[in-house]
């Protein structure tokens, strides 16, 4: 079967690390990415997965992606639907179907893929001689209740330890594939009783005469809320690429995490407060480096050449220098997709500096002082300034730089200093006769506000003054020489924000948008879906939120003074340095953090 897969899927024969086992009695599992391959296998943590998965001996996992356009009608017609890409096993065939979902703009996908596969999208209309829709990824661990009607069962937060949880659960529980076939609601109840399972029927949402949520009930003995699981050893996993294949949004790059989270809560960022604890790698904990070390170098790391240090705050790893430099003395291309300008020390520069990466991403987010305390990123321009000339001795010649717009109390003047501080960069680096920048890039995103953020009670930006922020941009730019403005669409901004804090009530707006390839507009008007006041309100301090169903693990009031303080312009005092990377006692270092969210009083057990 491999051969021949392979011979027929080019993507395949491309891949380096791909996992073939027999099926035999095995329980087999569609890990699924709800978009193309090229974006899905660019996701370490779908790989992680698929990795872990392979790694049970009473599991196999093959992989599914989102067809092209111009590939889903085919499917669609075709006999078996859609198939696993190893071994082309129908996705009604299997005993599992996982979504890694990372996207709420991929939350319609989800949707799509079950329709391809000829199963019945809706969860109460599938049983137990269908596959266990399972989901997980970060969307998941954010706000899962828009897909609430789709997926069986959600696994929130980390994955090394919960998913070989959850699988031994499953096989204990028997599939249907071994013929031991139980009743899908005794499973999923079963199921619930994993940490960090989230099984969303077992909870009932009710509404007030506005829409908002007014109760969240616990069905059948289900946790209320449910707890994250949190890796608290990354030493003990390897959390790098397990396949490697040219067709990524890296090209072939070996991937491998030296951090994750991050120590220094900017008031719009998920990663600052859902994966808390921080926790960075050191040199000994990065397993690829390791066994380079032992002489044991892994094949698949050696043949890219180049490897990709991943993680929400590199830079803020203080073992990331010698990471990077380690990975540089074995002749390896060290590669990062972003650094904080504040802590880009000169020894990563230089490693970077040895390999062909010409372009170094920096995420100010905002221009002024005063909007950046706004925000809780008070870096100061003399850091960019730094971070760029370090970067420009060490070879590189292109600067991104990521805004926003929309921010609390943004205005005009604050608009028109990213055009400023665009040219003052050019000013003093950009390239003349000798080295220097040559192509500076603005990327420009509307602020969508996050689930378990200060800024979930603050509402979206109106189109037209977005828009008009946008014109000030493109006029502010336009004849600044190596500068390329890029200001994502605000419509989409708006989807995505939706999505975000949206409820179960999502579903049947998900679905008519998978039916009909896309169309937002009308299906967000069939069904009577208010933009204004799911995006434009400011939530109440004590509203019950659909994510209230979850609980990270963070204080709602903390995150409420932030959002005060936020209006007021002020800083908190650990806004300045992380906590120590190798302290264990993570809590101590945010003391607000240290009394864990019990949900809402509205939340029942019933």
């Known amino acids: 079967m491999k051969t021949s897969t392979i011979i027929r899927n080019p993507l395949l024969a491309a891949e380096r690390g791909t996992v073939y086992k027999p099926r035999g009695n095995r329980l087999v599992f569609a890990l699924a990415f709800p978009n193309t391959y090229h974006v899905g296998m660019s996701s370490l943590g779908f790989q992680m997965v698929y990795r872990l998965l392979n790694e049970l001996p009473d599991v196999v996992c093959e992989r599914v992606f989102l067809p092209d356009p111009e590939e889903r009608e085919r499917v669609a017609n075709s006999r ?45 209309d599938r049983n ?16 899962p209740e828009p897909l609430a009607e789709f997926v069986d069962v959600v696994a929130v937060g980390d994955g090394e330890e919960l998913v070989p949880e959850m699988m031994a ?70 959390v790098s690429s397990a396949i490697v294949t040219p067709n990524t949004e890296f090209g072939g790059m070996f991937l491998t995490e030296i951090a994750r989270g991050c120590a220094r809560g900017c008031r719009f960022c998920f990663a600052g407060y859902g994966y808390r604890p921080v926790r960075y790698r050191k040199t000994e904990e990065v397993h690829p480096l390791n066994a380079a070390k032992r002489g044991e170098p892994s094949k698949a790391v050696l ?90 001795a060490n070879g590189v010649t292109g600067i991104k730089l990521y805004f926003m717009i929309g921010l609390p109390t943004e205005t005009e003047e604050d608009v028109e200093a990213i055009c400023e501080l665009c040219r003052s960069i050019m000013k003093e680096h950009g390239a003349k006769s ?32 977005l828009e008009n922020k946008k014109r000030i941009l493109e006029s502010g730019l336009k004849n600044l020489r190596g500068v390329k403005l890029v200001v994502e669409s605000v419509r989409l901004s708006e989807l995505q924000a939706l999505l975000a804090r949206g409820d179960r009530r999502l579903g049947a707006v998900l679905l008519d948008v998978a039916d009909s390839g896309g169309g937002w507009k009308s299906a967000l008007r069939q069904h009577g ?28 009031e903390m995150l409420w003074r932030e959002y005060q303080l936020a209006l007021r312009g002020l800083l908190t005092q650990n806004s300045q340095e992380p906590p120590a990377a190798d302290d264990p006692k993570w809590m101590e270092s945010s003391p607000e953090l240290a009394n864990s969210s019990k949900g809402t009083a509205r939340n029942a057990q019933g």
């Open 303 to 392: 043949e890219a050449g180049r490897v990709g240090l991943v993680g929400s705050s590199l830079s803020d790893n203080p073992w990331c220098p010698e990471i990077a430099a380690a990975f540089a003395e074995l002749g390896l291309e060290v590669n990062v997709s972003s650094v904080r300008a504040e802590t880009a020390k000169e020894e990563l520069m230089q490693a970077l500096g040895k390999g062909t990466q010409r372009t170094l991403t920096l995420a100010p987010e905002a221009a002024t002082d005063r909007l950046r305390r706004v925000i809780k990123k008070p870096l100061k321009d003399e850091h960019l300034h730094r971070a760029i000339a370090a970067a420009v």
């Open 529 to 556: 879906v208010d933009l204004e006041h799911h995006l434009r309100r400011e939530r109440g301090r004590d509203e019950t939120f659909p994510w209230d169903v979850l609980d990270l693990g963070l204080n709602r």
């Open 169 to 238: 659960r499953i096989l204990e529980l028997g599939s249907s594939r071994a013929g031991e076939v139980i009743d899908r609601g005794e499973m999923l109840k079963a199921l619930a009783q994993v940490p960090g399972l989230y099984v969303p029927s077992l909870y009932r949402f009710e509404y007030d005469d506005e829409g908002r949520v007014a109760e969240i009930k616990a069905l059948n003995g289900a946790p209320l809320p449910v707890k994250k699981r949190v890796t608290l050893d990354l030493g003990k996993y390897d």
């Open 80 to 124: 078996l639907g859609l198939t696993t890409i190893e071994s082309n096993i129908p996705l009604r065939d299997v005993d599992v179907l996982g979504f890694s979902v990372y996207f709420e703009l991929d939350y319609a996908n989800v949707a799509a893929i079950l329709r391809l596969a000829g199963l019945p999208p809706l969860a109460r």
């Open 434 to 465: 000798g080295p220097g920048i040559r192509t500076l890039t603005v990327s420009v995103s509307p602020l969508v506000p996050k689930p378990f953020t200060p800024f979930q009670w603050h509402p979206m930006e109106s189109r037209s003054a």
């Open 128 to 143: 137990e001689e269908h596959p266990l829709v399972v989901a997980g990824g970060p969307a998941m661990s954010i706000n």
